[in-house]
C-alpha cells in the first residue's frame, strides 16, 4: 500500500512571522537608502493613503518593487539581508515547533504566501521548507500578489504536481487570515493563529465552508498570557526581547528608557525604570508585535529624545 503523503502550507505574515514582511521590507529600504532613493520611495508608496484609487495594497507593491529593481545591486541584496534578519526576530516559535515535528514525520513544508520572492527565499532557507509559493518579485504583465484564490489554485498545482496520485495526500494550512479561507478548503487540518477573536472568526469561516465540519482545527493564542513557565516581553530597538525574569527585565530597564512592557491584548505600554510591573502579561512565545504606527511612533519619541536632545536613561 502506498502511504498518504502529509503536505503542510505555511504563511509567512502573521504566521511564521509575526510582522508584516512588506512593511520590515520597506523600512529596511527606507534605513539603507540615501535621501533621493528615499524621497522616490516616498512617492511610490504615498499614493497607497488614497485607497483604491491609488491602486491599494496591490498597486503600492508594485510600485514599491519597480523601486527595488532600479537600485544597484549591492543595495539590494542590503535590504534583503536587513529584512530577513528582522523577520527572524518575530518568528512563531509555536508555528516553528510545528514546521519541525511534521517534517520529522516525513511531512513536505510550502512556504505559501502573497509575500514578494525577493525575500521570500531566503525565508524558505531559514526555516527549511521544500518550496516556497509568493508573489513575484519582478513585476511585469499579467503581474499580482499571490492572495486568496490565487495562492489556493497555486497550491493545488503544486499538490498535483508534487504528490503521488496513488497514496493520495492530507494538508495542513497553517494560518492567520481570512484572505486564506480559499486555501483552507483544501485542508484537512488547520492550524490558526492570532488573538481570540481572529480564531474564532476563522474557525466560524472554516466552518461555514461546504465540508467545514470536517477539518480539524487548531488554535495559537498570540495575545495571552501563558503559564506555568511565562516571563516578561519586552520591545525596544525595534525588536522583541524574552521571555524575561524580574531581574533581567530591571536591568535592561535601567538601560533603556524607550522600552515598552507586554501588558496583554497586543498592547506594548512604555515602562520607564521606576515603574511597577503590574500591567505586565506574561508569556513564553513571542506576543504579537506593536503596530506599524505605533512602531514608528516609538522611532520618532525615540529620535527626539536619545538623538535629538541626547536623553539616553
Known amino acids: 500500500m502506498i502511504a498518504r503523503q502529509l503536505v503542510v502550507f505555511c504563511d509567512l505574515d502573521g504566521t511564521l512571522v509575526l510582522d508584516n514582511s512588506f512593511h520590515v521590507f520597506l523600512a529596511s529600504a527606507w534605513s539603507l537608502s540615501g535621501a533621493g532613493g528615499r524621497l522616490n520611495l516616498f512617492a511610490r508608496v504615498a499614493p497607497r493613503a488614497l485607497g483604491r484609487v491609488g491602486g491599494g495594497h496591490a498597486g503600492m507593491k508594485r510600485r514599491a518593487l519597480d523601486w527595488y529593481w532600479q ?4 543595495l539590494r541584496q542590503a535590504i534583503v539581508e536587513r529584512t530577513v534578519r528582522r523577520l527572524s526576530y518575530t518568528l512563531s516559535q509555536p ?4 514546521l519541525r515535528d511534521t517534517a520529522r514525520q516525513g511531512a513536505r513544508i510550502v512556504l505559501a504566501t502573497a509575500a514578494p520572492d525577493v525575500y521570500t527565499g531566503h525565508m524558505q532557507v531559514l526555516v527549511g521548507a ?6 513575484p518579485g519582478r513585476p511585469g504583465p499579467g503581474w499580482q500578489e499571490l492572495l486568496g484564490e490565487a495562492k489556493a489554485r497555486a497550491c493545488q498545482t503544486w499538490l498535483k504536481d508534487n504528490t503521488n496520485s496513488d497514496g493520495g495526500h492530507d494538508v495542513i494550512v497553517v494560518t492567520d487570515h481570512p484572505d486564506d479561507l480559499p ?15 481572529v ?6 469561516a472554516i466552518r461555514a465552508q461546504p465540508d467545514g465540519a470536517r477539518t480539524e482545527v487548531a488554535r495559537i493564542d498570540v495575545l495571552s498570557a501563558q503559564a506555568p513557565g511565562g516571563g516578561y516581553w519586552l520591545w525596544f530597538d525595534d525588536r522583541p526581547e ?11 530597564l535601567s538601560k533603556h528608557r524607550h522600552a515598552h512592557l507586554y501588558a496583554g491584548d497586543g498592547r506594548w505600554q512604555w515602562i ?3 515603574q511597577p510591573f503590574s500591567a505586565a502579561v506574561r508569556r513564553r512565545d513571542c506576543p504579537s508585535p506593536p503596530s506599524s504606527r505605533m512602531r514608528l511612533a516609538i522611532h520618532f519619541r ?12
Open 272 to 274: 520607564g525604570p521606576a
Open 71 to 74: 537600485q544597484e545591486p549591492p
Open 302 to 313: 525615540r529620535r527626539l529624545l536619545r538623538d535629538w536632545l541626547g536623553i539616553y536613561h
Open 183 to 197: 486555501l483552507l478548503r483544501l485542508a484537512d487540518k488547520a492550524v490558526l493563529q492570532g488573538s481570540p477573536r
Open 199 to 204: 480564531l474564532d472568526m476563522l474557525e466560524g
Open 242 to 252: 524574552g521571555p524575561l525574569d524580574y531581574w533581567e527585565l530591571k536591568t535592561i
Open 130 to 135: 521544500e518550496s516556497c509559493l509568493a508573489t
Open 95 to 98: 508555528v516553528i515547533s510545528l
